[in-house]
């Protein structure tokens, strides 16, 4: 896409398909693959300025590719981002973010409702490294508030969470982290930039697992941390260092599922909904969580803050773990695995599987009960994800 042109105003659907566009000699229409480890240089002279700064260009695909640079730059312009570092996984972003922003003796203010994988990096990774957390209500302002501390650095946060869908007001708790002094880094994973823009509410830091959504059709991993270029030149200088890198094949991958991201997030919003509506009347289920349900605590705040309640649908049947599993065994249809973010409906057990790392007691404190099921509902038609899920119930 022409430089000039990318400064003008555009719609999320035509930025996932045009930003970041950068042809080679070859003037290809589709976005080239770089499938290169390092880059030759003109001279001693050109190489000795690109590995000093003082000359932009690639140097070696560590930290530097053509085609990684294209997906950053996409995602950077969805988000409204001033710029985007790719890494190879969700998990990996996290960990660049924190291992680039912080240091030890820092203390990071964290929603309990999160990802398990994310609470066992906050837990059993950062504090040996002398970064403490405390864990607090994902909903109650009052309790990011009371949970500062002098040496507090960030507020980390999902919304919606996982898996229970729980709304955090990003523009209340991002009053709290200024006061404090703190940055905030929000997990928008579940609504991706097109149903969520966390910039634009407040967030200095937006998170991303590229694995779910971005992608779309479970091929690759992928991840992304964004922001302003200012602070994300720590998470750039840990990636350049440490080296959880975004291949430059995923990265492909990743762009061409951007592509499709807008008409994806719709379809996937709407049947979840669908769904969500037919849990609830469902006999044998106690409770379902769904921001775009009247029923759900935060649902007024989430039709301020998303655009649509999103794909992913999580609900308690009656009977605990029994019925639970019970159910995942009784399908046919639905793939039964613990991603989410694909065409494909899954389905899975998050006490179980997703959040089995965490005790007991984090568990219970994030309201992740035996009974508790996570659906990603895909783009099949509703009417065979609902008879699939009959079977069980």
Same mark, same amino acid.
């Given at each position: 896409?022409?430089?000039?042109?990318?400064?003008?105003?555009?719609?999320?659907?035509?930025?996932?398909?045009?930003?970041?566009?950068?042809?080679?000699?070859?003037?290809e229409h589709s976005e080239a693959l770089y499938l290169t480890s390092s880059f030759v240089f003109d001279s001693a002279a050109q190489a000795a300025a690109r590995f000093s700064g003082a000359e932009p260009g690639n140097?070696?695909?560590?930290?530097?590719?053509?085609?990684?640079?294209?997906? =950053? =730059?996409?995602?950077? #312009?969805? =988000?409204?981002?001033?710029?985007?570092?790719?890494?190879?996984?969700?998990?990996?972003?996290?960990?660049?973010?924190?291992?680039?922003?912080?240091?030890?003796?820092?203390?990071?203010?964290?929603?309990?409702?999160?990802?398990?994988?994310?609470?066992?990096?906050?837990?059993?990774?950062?504090?040996?490294?002398?970064? =403490?957390?405390?864990?607090?209500?994902?909903t109650e302002v009052a309790d990011w508030q009371a949970a500062v501390k002098p040496n507090t650095k960030l507020f980390f946060v999902e919304t919606p969470s996982n898996p229970l869908t729980e709304i955090s007001d990003?523009?209340?708790?991002?009053?709290?982290?200024?006061?404090?002094?703190?940055?905030?880094? !929000?997990?928008?994973?579940?609504?991706?930039?097109?149903?969520?823009?966390?910039?634009?509410?407040?967030?200095?830091?937006?998170?991303?697992?590229?694995?779910?959504?971005?992608? $779309?059709?479970?091929?690759?991993?992928?991840?992304?941390?964004? $922001?302003?270029?200012?602070?994300?030149?720590?998470?750039?200088?840990?990636?350049?260092?440490?080296?959880?890198?975004?291949?430059?094949?995923?990265?492909?991958?990743?762009?061409?599922?951007?592509?499709?991201?807008?008409?994806?997030?719709?379809?996937?919003?709407?049947?979840?909904?669908?769904?969500?509506?037919?849990?609830?009347?469902?006999?044998?289920?106690?409770?379902?969580?769904?921001?775009? @349900?009247?029923?759900?605590?935060?649902?007024?705040?989430?039709?301020?803050?998303?655009?649509?309640?999103?794909?992913?649908?999580?609900?308690?049947?009656?009977?605990?773990?029994?019925?639970?599993?019970?159910?995942?065994?009784?399908?046919?249809? !639905?793939?039964?695995?613990?991603?989410?973010?694909?065409?494909?409906?899954t389905l899975t057990h998050p006490a179980t599987t997703t959040h089995a790392r965490i005790s007991q007691e984090a568990r219970d404190a994030a309201g992740i009960s035996e009974g508790l099921l996570r659906i990603a509902?895909? @783009?099949?038609?509703?009417?065979?994800?609902? #008879?699939?899920?009959?079977?069980?119930?």
């Amino acid at each position: 896409m022409n430089e000039e042109y990318q400064h003008e105003t555009l719609a999320l659907e035509t930025l996932a398909l045009r930003a970041g566009t950068h042809r080679s000699q070859f003037n290809e229409h589709s976005e080239a693959l770089y499938l290169t480890s390092s880059f030759v240089f003109d001279s001693a002279a050109q190489a000795a300025a690109r590995f000093s700064g003082a000359e932009p260009g690639n140097i070696y695909a560590r930290f530097t590719n053509p085609t990684v640079t294209a997906f =950053e =730059e996409r995602l950077a #312009a969805l =988000e409204g981002a001033e710029r985007c570092v790719a890494t190879a996984s969700g998990m990996s972003a996290i960990l660049a973010c924190v291992m680039g922003l912080l240091s030890k003796g820092d203390h990071i203010v964290a929603s309990r409702s999160l990802f398990g994988a994310t609470v066992n990096l906050f837990v059993n990774v950062m504090a040996r490294f002398g970064v =403490e957390t405390t864990f607090v209500s994902a909903t109650e302002v009052a309790d990011w508030q009371a949970a500062v501390k002098p040496n507090t650095k960030l507020f980390f946060v999902e919304t919606p969470s996982n898996p229970l869908t729980e709304i955090s007001d990003i523009a209340t708790i991002k009053a709290v982290a200024k006061q404090a002094g703190a940055w905030l880094a !929000v997990d928008n994973c579940f609504c991706s930039p097109i149903l969520q823009r966390p910039l634009e509410l407040g967030a200095d830091i937006v998170i991303h697992s590229a694995t779910k959504y971005l992608d $779309g059709q479970g091929r690759v991993l992928g991840g992304a941390v964004l $922001g302003n270029k200012e602070l994300l030149d720590g998470v750039y200088t840990f990636l350049r260092t440490a080296g959880p890198t975004l291949s430059a094949f995923n990265a492909w991958v990743l762009l061409k599922g951007m592509e499709t991201l807008k008409i994806r997030m719709d379809a996937h919003s709407a049947n979840a909904l669908t769904i969500a509506r037919w849990l609830e009347a469902q006999p044998n289920v106690a409770r379902v969580f769904y921001p775009g @349900l009247p029923s759900h605590p935060q649902h007024d705040l989430a039709c301020r803050q998303q655009k649509t309640g999103g794909g992913i649908v999580s609900f308690e049947v009656k009977g605990g773990r029994e019925a639970a599993w019970r159910l995942i065994d009784a399908t046919k249809l !639905v793939s039964i695995t613990a991603n989410l973010g694909d065409t494909k409906t899954t389905l899975t057990h998050p006490a179980t599987t997703t959040h089995a790392r965490i005790s007991q007691e984090a568990r219970d404190a994030a309201g992740i009960s035996e009974g508790l099921l996570r659906i990603a509902v895909g @783009l099949e038609a509703v009417a065979d994800i609902q #008879a699939d899920l009959q079977r069980g119930l």
